[in-house]
């Protein structure tokens, strides 16, 4: 009879710790969920301020600005679309 009560606690025991380490790992799987939608909605918000800015630009009329701000911005997505942006 001692030893199944020293089971019984064991076995709780291990119970608890694995509840603790599922509920950790869901907490954990939640803040990493946030911060990738944060970062996505950064990167969203850095591609509109790059377009209305690409867009501004391009009602000035002046190419030479224009790629001065690419080179500003650091973009390197545009550029793979170049020769199509410059065809049209």
């Given at each position: 009879?001692?030893?199944?009560?020293?089971?019984?606690?064991?076995?709780?025991?291990?119970?608890?710790?694995?509840?603790?380490?599922?509920?950790?790992?869901?907490?954990?799987?939640?803040?990493?969920?946030?911060?990738?939608?944060?970062?996505?909605?950064?990167?969203?918000?850095?591609?509109?301020?790059?377009?209305?800015?690409?867009?501004?630009?391009?009602?000035?009329?002046?190419?030479g600005v224009?790629?001065?701000?690419?080179?500003?911005?650091?973009?390197?997505?545009?550029?793979?679309?170049?020769?199509?942006?410059?065809a049209s």
């Open positions: 009879a001692r030893h199944k009560a020293e089971i019984e606690a064991l076995e709780a025991f291990m119970k608890d710790t694995w509840e603790d380490k599922q509920r950790l790992s869901k907490e954990h799987e939640e803040q990493r969920e946030m911060a990738r939608k944060e970062v996505e909605r950064a990167n969203e918000q850095r591609l509109t301020e790059q377009q209305r800015r690409l867009d501004a630009l391009r009602k000035l009329g002046d190419l224009t790629l001065q701000s690419f080179v500003a911005l650091g973009s390197r997505e545009c550029c793979r679309a170049w020769p199509e942006r410059l």
